[in-house]
């Protein structure tokens, strides 16, 4: 978390009202002593005038629900801005712009709007991007979460659009890390389970890696990163919207031992839990060594494309060297009885 | 779980396969009775690695499975009351009854929880005095150790305010039940190693003597499930008849007294009807007379009566290892684990969801497999 000085009388009205919302001098505040002293100086215009560049443009956007808020590695604020930058990264475009617009609930502590925006603030810095806009709005007690998030992002185009049409057969599929930390560390704190040592939220910003796969001149064909779903619901989708099987090795698939140790305990599938720091990469297998040199140490070539294919068909070959559909999860994560 | 690593060891899944491969002379049925075997026979492969002439058939081992229709409306329709927190486990919230799921109607506002514990259930209990907390304990004889200490410890506490929705089921019934059923074909079974670590080893010495069948007891790792298998081939090639313990590191020879004394003090044993197989004789739990007050069922006044199971499902004779998942028509057609027609796809440990999850297009080429693995 940033250092960022504030200025907000929080003796004054140390949790957000339904005022806070309401167009007048209590929003008037809200905008001038916590957003502007976080943010810097904000545009108080309906809009922001951007100077665009002669690239094509990306857009995208998200919303962020996460509870708890803060998270061993996280939290919502820094998610709502990698979130954004992500998938804006993956599309191959530089972040440029953030719109952030909160759903805020009355009574929510001044002290924790305060910590998230910092969070959006050190985030956004990190990321390169600048926030531009924002709204908020405050709804009655018990009618929301704390905080709920939106952002949507614009960035510029680098080279070219990258989505699954590009991917080819016999592309190499590169993944940048382990898998599953995002989805057991909010599992273990929204059910209060207590793993030693302690799991930890991967949410991380992509745009640094994708920046110097680019800037390296490596022909990336798609990208996408792993989130809801996690590795199996990524795959499955590429799969299906590219009509092409996808073959795996499990053997290089990486999963900490913390995670592993946690889905053995909860009957979860750690290939299924989600991420917000790992995406999968596609490239023609002659620039396959390059790439993970550039996407750091803990990445790992973890299969191939296959054949084409009517719906979407992932197989993965098991620690048996049998191979195995990895299917599409269902959406719900729900611990086994035995 | 750093243990788990020396059970999944590729060197020992191959030197135990080329063991069962050259022991094997005839065609052998064994049966597993345990929905974790079953998911983890599909989850590596094992079916596909061991010889052609040796064929798993996946029992009545999931006991998500097994629960009847008819107990699961009446979980809904409990959960539907405003006075009730109704807590379940998470894998019973989208086993479908007669109409919907725990998990449509806890979108609709039912107080649904889930919990990893029945002791949680009893924690709410006495965190929310003006609800009656009703937990729902299904399962074997795994899961009815914790569901009986959960009615011990609410008595100890003094709560009226909690009681369990019972659908206990017990495996020697059931394979007692398979022994005696003149249409299957068993050579074997593969007995649950965390049943018997609770239970111990009698029933199954019983089952051994008086059915002259082979039994191992084992675990639910690559290598435990191959090292019963090897157990129970070399039995059925030798001509002997005995119960082997190839899970020795959890299993004793009279289980653990402490669990089986809380069964005791709680539980009785009833007939039980089992989805899939309908009712089998004396193969369930149900509350005693002293710890009447505890049965959801009768402090809430309720009557399971019996629901008719779809008609063109075949996961009886599945269960009874007399078909497989991919003999059914509706398998992977109208039959999906989003519209389970019958026992056996409603659960992740039930023989057609495993097939359905790793293997539902058989598009496997075995020979191939058996190359890379050099054996």
Redesign the interface.
């Known amino acids: 978390m940033s250092n960022i000085e504030c200025a907000f009388p929080f003796n004054e009205y140390p949790h957000v009202l339904l005022a806070h919302g309401g167009g007048g001098k209590l929003a008037d505040d809200l905008i001038r002593k916590l957003f502007a002293a976080t943010f810097g100086d904000v545009n108080r215009h309906d809009g922001a005038l951007l100077e665009l560049p002669p690239s094509k443009l990306v857009m995208t956007t998200d919303s962020f629900v996460v509870t708890p808020l803060f998270f061993p590695g996280g939290s919502i604020g820094k998610l709502a801005v990698c979130g954004t930058v992500n998938d804006l990264a993956m599309c191959g475009a530089r972040p440029k712009f953030l719109s952030l617009s909160f759903i805020l609930e009355e009574g929510l502590p001044m002290e924790i709007l305060l910590q998230v925006c910092q969070d959006i603030k050190s985030t956004a810095d990190a990321c390169e991007v600048s926030i531009v806009t924002g709204d908020t709005k405050v709804v009655e007690r018990g009618k929301g979460d704390g905080i709920y998030i939106n952002t949507t992002g614009i960035g510029s185009l680098i080279n070219k659009f990258t989505g699954p049409e590009t991917i080819l057969e016999g592309d190499a599929i590169i993944l940048n890390g382990d898998l599953g930390r995002h989805g057991m560390a909010i599992m273990a704190q929204r059910e209060g389970l207590e793993f030693e040592p302690e799991i930890e939220s991967d949410c991380a910003n992509l745009w640094a890696d994708v920046k110097k796969i680019t800037q390296a001149g490596v022909p990336i064909h798609c990208m996408r990163d792993l989130t809801r779903g996690g590795l199996a619901s990524c795959l499955n989708e590429l799969s299906a919207q590219a009509s092409r099987k996808i073959h795996l090795e499990s053997s290089a698939i990486s999963i900490s031992e913390p995670v592993g140790s946690a889905c053995e305990i909860l009957g979860l599938n750690p290939y299924t839990l989600a991420c917000e720091g790992r995406f999968v990469l596609f490239v023609s297998s002659e620039y396959k060594e390059d790439a993970m040199q550039l996407m750091g140490p803990a990445a790992a070539c973890i299969g191939y494309v296959g054949e084409i294919c009517e719906q979407a068909t992932v197989i993965n070959t098991n620690e048996l060297g049998v191979e195995r559909f990895m299917e599409q999860p269902n959406g719900d994560l729900l611990p086994r009885i035995c | 779980?750093?243990y788990?690593e020396e059970f999944?060891d590729?060197r020992k899944?191959r030197a135990i396969v080329a063991q069962i491969r050259k022991m094997t002379t005839k065609h052998w049925r064994v049966m597993e009775v345990c929905?974790?075997q079953t998911h983890s026979i599909?989850?590596?492969?094992?079916d596909?690695?061991v010889p052609a002439g040796l064929e798993f058939l996946h029992g009545p081992g999931c006991?998500?499975c097994v629960t009847p229709t008819e107990v699961i409306d009446l979980a809904l329709e409990l959960s539907m009351r405003e006075t009730i927190l109704f807590c379940s486990?998470?894998?019973?919230?989208?086993v479908p009854g007669s109409k919907e799921d725990l998990?449509s109607l806890k979108a609709r506002g039912a107080n649904i929880q889930?919990v990893?514990s029945p002791l949680d259930a009893v924690k709410l209990a006495k965190d929310h005095p003006d609800k009656e907390v009703v937990f729902f304990a299904?399962?074997?004889e795994?899961?009815a150790p914790a569901n009986a200490l959960s009615v011990l410890h609410a008595r100890q506490l003094g709560l009226r305010n909690y009681s369990i929705l019972v659908s206990q089921v017990l495996v020697p019934p059931a394979i007692e039940g398979l022994l005696r059923n003149p249409e299957t074909r068993i050579d074997a079974f593969l007995a649950a190693g965390?049943v018997c670590t609770i239970m111990g080893e009698g029933d199954y010495e019983r089952l051994v003597e008086n059915y002259q069948i082979p039994i191992a007891i084992t675990g639910f790792e690559?290598v435990d499930i191959l090292e019963g298998l090897r157990s129970c081939v070399d039995m059925l090639e030798t001509g002997k008849v005995a119960l082997e313990n190839q899970y020795k590191r959890s299993v004793r020879a009279n289980g653990n007294p402490a669990a089986q004394q809380a069964l005791k003090e709680v539980f009785e044993v009833k007939n039980q009807r089992w989805r899939g197989l309908g009712e089998l004789s004396k193969s369930g739990l149900g509350l005693n007379e002293k710890y009447q007050e505890y049965d959801a069922a009768r402090k809430f006044n309720l009557n399971a009566g019996h629901k008719k199971e779809t008609g063109n499902c075949i996961s009886g004779e599945i269960l009874m290892g007399l078909k497989k998942p991919t003999d059914c028509p509706e398998f992977c057609n109208r039959c999906h684990?989003?519209n389970p027609l019958g026992a056996t796809m409603v659960?992740?440990?039930g023989a057609c969801h495993a097939y359905?999850?790793?293997?539902?297009?058989g598009a496997?080429n075995h020979e191939q497999?058996r190359m890379?693995?050099s054996i």
């Open positions: 779980m750093k788990q999944r590729s899944v929905g974790g599909l989850k590596y492969g094992l596909e690695l006991p998500i486990f998470g894998d019973m919230l989208r998990l889930m990893y299904v399962g074997f795994t899961t965390h690559p684990p989003q659960s992740e440990e359905y999850l790793y293997k539902k297009r496997h497999h890379r693995l």
